[in-house]
């Protein structure tokens, strides 16, 4: 099995060699940051969701959280941005919208999203040892592109 922990270090952990490691870190790297991968650009939706990512990271910074992690998988999950707000251990959904045409970023983080996340938080916290601190779930949506984008943060969505 090889599972992927992409934080501020990317690195795959499996059995295969580090040149194998660097190559598919290098791939991932290059998925995230919307270059693309084998074949081809990425769709205008993944682009939208990584760019959206990458601006709620910075958001997050200017208003004090550390990032500890962005793109933590585990659980057959993804949870977007995991951070820390003093000491609250903050796992963070990022929505991105392009228009408000089909209802409101919050709206796509129903029950079944929520559960998986909050599946793979439970994880993160088993495996990093953190379970002494407090935890939080924030919602953090842009509706928009470019410097007009609307964001919203709604903290302790679940």
């Known amino acids: 099995m090889i599972g992927l922990r992409l ?3 990317w690195s795959l952990r ?3 060699s580090r040149g194998a490691r660097l190559r598919w870190a290098s791939c991932w ?3 995230a940051d919307g270059i693309g991968g084998a074949g081809g650009a990425l769709a205008d ?6 760019w959206g990512e990458r601006v709620a990271a ?3 910074t200017r208003c004090g959280y550390r990032i500890l992690t962005r793109n933590y998988r585990a659980g057959g999950a993804e949870i977007d941005i995991i951070a820390l707000d003093g000491d609250t251990l903050v796992f963070v959904e990022v ?3 392009r228009t408000r045409d089909y209802g409101e970023a919050a709206e796509a983080v129903n029950a079944r999203k929520r559960e998986k996340i909050k599946r793979a938080a439970a994880l993160f916290v088993q495996r990093e040892g953190t379970d002494q601190r407090a ?4 919602v953090l949506t842009l509706t928009g592109t470019g410097p007009r984008a609307d964001l919203g943060i709604i903290k ?3």
């Open 14 to 16: 499996t059995a295969s």
């Open 58 to 60: 910075r958001h997050l």
């Open 7 to 9: 934080g501020k270090e």
């Open 29 to 31: 790297r290059r998925l």
């Open 135 to 138: 935890v939080r779930f924030d």
């Open 95 to 97: 929505k991105t919208r």
């Open 45 to 50: 939706h993944l682009r939208l969701g990584a």
């Open 156 to 158: 302790g969505a679940f």
